[in-house]
Structures are given as C-alpha cells and as structure tokens.
C-alpha cells in the first residue's frame, strides 16, 4: 500500500495562497480536486478543529471545546485508532504538544514531535522528519502539522507581510513532504481554521473557511471537489483511501 499523508497546516486562510508565492500548493491544485472555502467547526480554536478532524464529528458531539484536552464522555474512535487496528502503520510529525491526545495510547507506530511551533525553524524540522519516515518507516499513514503560520497571524495578523511570509515557508515544507511521496502517494492539505486580525475562534468566514487539497493517488480527475465540504469528511476521505469502512459515528463523508 502506497503511503497517505494528512498535512495540517495551523491557521492557512485559503485567500492567502494567492498572495504569495506557492508552488507546490498551487501544482496540488493544478493536479488534484480540491475545496477552497471547507467549512471548519465552532469554535473554530486549533484543539476542537484537530479533534473534530480525527474524529469526525462536531466539537459539541466530542466535548473538546478549548485547547485544553479533556476525556470524552461517549468515545469516539479516532481515525488512528481505525487505521492501526486495521494493522496499517502509522505516524505523526507535529511542533505543538497538545495535539498528542489526538490518538489513544497503542494507535502510533512512530511520532516524532518538536517543540517549535513559533518559529520557521520548528516547521522545516517536522517536515524533514516527515520527509525521512516516509522514505524509510513503511507507513500507510502519517499525519504532518506545521504550526508556525498561526503563530504568525497572533503575531503580525492575518493576511500580514509575516504571515504571507509564513505561508510561502508552509508550502516549502509542503514540498518536502511531496517529494517524499515520489508521485507513489496521496496527500491531503488542509487547514484547522483561518482568522482575522490577530486572532480566531468565531463564526466569520475569515475564521471558519479553509482550504482542502486532494492530489495523488486514488484521487480522479483535477478540478474542484463537489458538493459542501467540512473537515468532517476528512477521516472518512482517508479511511476510505486506506480502503477501511468508517465508524457509524462519524458524521463526514469520503471524498473520493
């Protein structure tokens, strides 16, 4: 099985990648089927987003509602939990620490997490170790989160010279990840949620509104993806590419 790679990258506005140079982004684009204005979650915070993305469900049905992680009162499995009691590998390359309680204990086969989501830096390193388990791990999933440009919207503001800056850099990760790949894989970009100003969390397009990108194997066809899109359909998408049936309690559905 060829591998399939989530990439999430923290607080990417879709109306910010033409503004900026991004070549890979746009090649994805060129390539795959995508949606630029996904539909996040309310609140549309980086913890309940994650949480709603894994599990397919909406932050009022998985109790995670703040950035703080919390035991869910009806458990709902995860996509890691699916793909790796499936027997698929997986592996998970991530700069902010709260994003473990994303998966339960036993559904990771590798992680790799650096403690730098503040800086350009600690992105290019989570997208070099990426790059390095996808050319030797053997994963069939492997979820990738770049963090630095949110970082960079609370700190110069949406849309800002910095963050414009911060997405160019996102999409060279980005690239690194691809290569990775040697056009034998599936990456899905996307985003948690956009925002304004200097900050997020509300109902405002400029908040909840996020691209996703689809390209590689598996995916038919480029062009636009069809219909409403939410990052709910996200674990569907990818469990239906690792050729899993989804839980009944995920409330998304496959793309592809």
Same mark, same amino acid.
């Given at each position: 099985? /060829?591998? *399939?790679?989530?990439?999430?990258? =923290?607080? @990417?506005?879709?109306?910010?990648?033409? %503004?900026?140079?991004?070549?890979? @982004? !746009?090649?994805?684009?060129?390539?795959g089927?995508?949606?630029l204005?996904?539909?996040?979650?309310?609140?549309?915070?980086?913890?309940?987003?994650?949480? $709603? *993305?894994f599990?397919?469900?909406?932050? #009022? +049905?998985?109790? *995670?509602?703040?950035?703080t992680?919390?035991?869910?009162? +009806?458990?709902?499995p995860?996509?890691?939990?699916?793909?790796?009691?499936? #027997?698929?590998?997986?592996?998970?390359?991530?700069?902010?620490?709260?994003?473990?309680d994303?998966?339960?204990?036993?559904?990771?086969?590798t992680g790799f997490f650096?403690r730098d989501?503040?800086?350009?830096?600690?992105?290019? +390193?989570?997208?070099?170790?990426?790059?390095?388990? %996808?050319?030797?791990e053997g994963?069939?999933?492997?979820?990738?989160?770049?963090?630095?440009?949110?970082?960079?919207g609370?700190?110069h503001?949406?849309?800002?010279? #910095?963050? @414009?800056?911060?997405v160019?850099?996102? !999409?060279?990760?980005?690239?690194?990840v691809?290569?990775?790949?040697?056009? +034998?894989? /599936? @990456?899905?970009?996307?985003?948690?949620?956009?925002?304004?100003?200097?900050?997020?969390?509300?109902?405002?397009?400029?908040?909840?509104?996020?691209?996703? *990108?689809l390209?590689?194997?598996g995916?038919?066809?480029?062009?636009?993806l =069809?219909? $409403?899109?939410?990052?709910?359909?996200?674990?569907?998408?990818?469990?239906?590419?690792?050729g899993?049936?989804?839980?009944?309690?995920w409330? #998304?559905?496959?793309l592809?």
């Open positions: 099985m /060829t591998p *399939i790679v989530l990439c999430v990258v =923290d607080g @990417l506005r879709p109306d910010a990648i033409p %503004l900026v140079e991004t070549p890979t @982004l !746009d090649r994805l684009l060129a390539q089927r995508a949606a204005a996904a539909r996040s979650v309310m609140p549309s915070v980086t913890l309940p987003c994650h949480m $709603s *993305i599990h397919s469900v909406e932050p #009022g +049905r998985h109790g *995670i509602v703040t950035n992680w919390t035991p869910q009162v +009806r458990p709902v995860g996509l890691f939990e699916v793909a790796h009691g499936a #027997g698929r590998r997986t592996a998970a390359y991530y700069n902010w620490e709260e994003l473990r994303l998966w339960r204990p036993g559904a990771l086969d650096w989501n503040r800086s350009p830096a600690g992105d290019a +390193r989570v997208a070099q170790a990426a790059a390095q388990g %996808l050319r030797q994963l069939d999933l492997a979820f990738v989160y770049l963090g630095y440009v949110d970082e960079a609370h700190r503001g949406w849309l800002s010279p #910095g963050y @414009l800056e911060a160019a850099h996102a !999409d060279a990760c980005i690239a690194q691809w290569e990775a790949l040697a056009d +034998r894989g /599936t @990456l899905l970009v996307t985003s948690d949620h956009g925002g304004h100003e200097r900050s997020h969390g509300t109902a405002a397009a400029t908040d909840l509104l996020v691209p996703l *990108i390209a590689g194997e995916v038919s066809g480029a062009g636009p =069809d219909g $409403s899109v939410s990052l709910l359909d996200v674990a569907p998408t990818l469990a239906a590419l690792l899993l049936a989804a839980p009944e309690e409330e #998304g559905h496959s592809v």
